[in-house]
C-alpha cells in the first residue's frame, strides 16, 4: 500500500475505483483510464480498489475509506443507488449528487395511489439524516473511460479540488482476494422501518440496530442468487447490487415499478396478474428446499399493498364482527 502525503491528507475529493470482479481486459482497461487521469488531478485522493460489495466490513480497504472526510467520486460496475447505499452500509456516509451519466426520471402526470400513501410514511433517512459531504456514485457501464475520466475532471472542478497546475500523485491501490458475495442493500431514503423484510427472510439476514432500525446484520447468511425479500419490499428499498434484473439491481425506478418487466424476463411471460409477493413466496419455498427445510408458502403481510387481496384470517373476522357492532 502506498502512503498519502501531507499534502493529500488536506485533499477536498477522493476518487475511488470499485474494480469489476471479473477480469475482463475492456474493463480493466476503463479502470485504469480512471485510475490514471484521476491521478494526474493532483490534488485529490485516489484508490484502486477490489469490488466493493465483496469487502468484509473489517477489511482494510473499507477501514481506509472511513477514514476519509472529504467529497467523493465512486467508480463502479453497479448502478449508482446501489453504490450509494453500499458505501452507507459499510460506514462511508454523505449526500448523493447526480453525475451526468445519472438517469433522470420523467415526469408522470398519472397519480399512484400507493405511491402517494407510501410517500405519507416517514423514511429512515429522515429519522436519522446523513452528513453533509457529497458523494458521487459512477457507472462504469455507462460510458467509455474517456467520458468517464472528463466526468471525474468535471466534477474535481466543481469542488475545487483540480491542481492548477497537472501534477501526478500515486494513487494508493488495495489487492483482495476476496471471494463473490450475495447480500441485500437497504436504500434508506425509501425504506419505512416497516419490517417486512425481517419478518419475511427466514435465514437470519436481517436484524435490528440500537435505535431499532432495521439492518443487514448476517449478510452472508442470505441464499445467493435469491431476491424474494426485495419483491416483499412495500417501499422498494431492498437492492441486491449483482441481480440481472435492473429494478431489483438498484435502477433509478420508483417502488416496486418494474418488477412486472422483471418477472416476464425471469419466469417466462406470466400473465398480468402475476403478485412480485407470490414470486417471492415461490422464491423462498426454493430457497428452503436446498437448506433441507420445510416450505411455508404465502406470507401475510400487514404493510404491503397486496396484502388486502389475501384471505381474512381469524383476527380480520373478529375485528369486521366489532365494527358491524357500531360500539
Known amino acids: 500500500m502506498i502512503l498519502l502525503s501531507p499534502t493529500l491528507d488536506r485533499a477536498t475529493l477522493a476518487v475511488i475505483v470499485s474494480r469489476g470482479q471479473s477480469r475482463n481486459p475492456e474493463k480493466r482497461e476503463i479502470e485504469s483510464t480512471i485510475v490514471s487521469a484521476a491521478s494526474q488531478l493532483g490534488s485529490v485522493q485516489v484508490f484502486d480498489v477490489p469490488h466493493l460489495y465483496d469487502l468484509k466490513y473489517d477489511s482494510d480497504v473499507l477501514e481506509e475509506l472511513r477514514g476519509l472526510e472529504c467529497d467523493l467520486?465512486?467508480?463502479?460496475?453497479?448502478?449508482?443507488?446501489?453504490?450509494?447505499?453500499?458505501?452507507?452500509?459499510?460506514?462511508?456516509?454523505?449526500?448523493?449528487?447526480?453525475?451526468?451519466?445519472?438517469?433522470?426520471?420523467?415526469?408522470?402526470?398519472?397519480?399512484?395511489?400507493?405511491?402517494?400513501?407510501?410517500?405519507?410514511?416517514?423514511?429512515?433517512?429522515?429519522?436519522?439524516?446523513?452528513?453533509?459531504?457529497?458523494?458521487?456514485?459512477?457507472?462504469?457501464?455507462?460510458?467509455?473511460?474517456?467520458?468517464?475520466?472528463?466526468?471525474?475532471?468535471?466534477?474535481?472542478?466543481?469542488?475545487?479540488?483540480?491542481?492548477?497546475?497537472?501534477?501526478?500523485?500515486?494513487?494508493?491501490?488495495?489487492?483482495?482476494?476476496?471471494?463473490?458475495?450475495?447480500?441485500?442493500?437497504?436504500?434508506?431514503?425509501?425504506?419505512?422501518?416497516?419490517?417486512?423484510?425481517?419478518?419475511?427472510?427466514?435465514?437470519?439476514?436481517?436484524?435490528?440496530?440500537?435505535?431499532?432500525?432495521?439492518?443487514?446484520?448476517?449478510?452472508?447468511?442470505?441464499?445467493?442468487?435469491?431476491?424474494?425479500?426485495?419483491?416483499?419490499?412495500?417501499?422498494?428499498?431492498?437492492?441486491?447490487p449483482q441481480h440481472k434484473a435492473p429494478a431489483i439491481a438498484g435502477a433509478a425506478v420508483e417502488g416496486n415499478e418494474g418488477f412486472k418487466i422483471d418477472l416476464s424476463l425471469l419466469f417466462g411471460a406470466p400473465d398480468q396478474t402475476s403478485d412480485a409477493v407470490a414470486v417471492a413466496a415461490r422464491e423462498r419455498d426454493e430457497q428452503l428446499l436446498l437448506a433441507g427445510r420445510d416450505t411455508v408458502g404465502m406470507p401475510k403481510l400487514r404493510h404491503h399493498a397486496s396484502a388486502a387481496n389475501q384471505p381474512k384470517d381469524d383476527l380480520d373476522r373478529l375485528i369486521d364482527d366489532l365494527d358491524r357492532c357500531e360500539l
Open 73 to 240: 467520486v465512486v467508480a463502479s460496475w453497479i448502478f449508482p443507488r446501489a453504490a450509494h447505499w453500499l458505501l452507507d452500509r459499510i460506514g462511508v456516509r454523505g449526500q448523493s449528487e447526480q453525475s451526468s451519466f445519472d438517469e433522470l426520471a420523467e415526469d408522470d402526470d398519472e397519480v399512484d395511489t400507493d405511491a402517494e400513501a407510501a410517500a405519507k410514511e416517514t423514511r429512515v433517512i429522515e429519522m436519522f439524516p446523513r452528513r453533509s459531504r457529497k458523494i458521487y456514485c459512477l457507472d462504469m457501464r455507462a460510458a467509455g473511460g474517456d467520458k468517464l475520466a472528463d466526468e471525474v475532471q468535471r466534477i474535481a472542478i466543481a469542488t475545487d479540488a483540480k491542481a492548477a497546475e497537472p501534477t501526478i500523485t500515486a494513487p494508493t491501490r488495495f489487492d483482495d482476494s476476496a471471494s463473490r458475495r450475495w447480500y441485500p442493500v437497504i436504500d434508506y431514503s425509501r425504506c419505512t422501518n416497516c419490517m417486512e423484510c425481517i419478518d419475511f427472510c427466514l435465514f437470519g439476514v436481517y436484524g435490528l440496530d440500537d435505535a431499532e432500525t432495521i439492518l443487514v446484520e448476517q449478510p452472508d447468511n442470505c441464499r445467493k442468487g435469491c431476491p424474494a425479500c426485495s419483491r416483499v419490499c412495500p417501499a422498494g428499498a431492498i437492492m441486491f
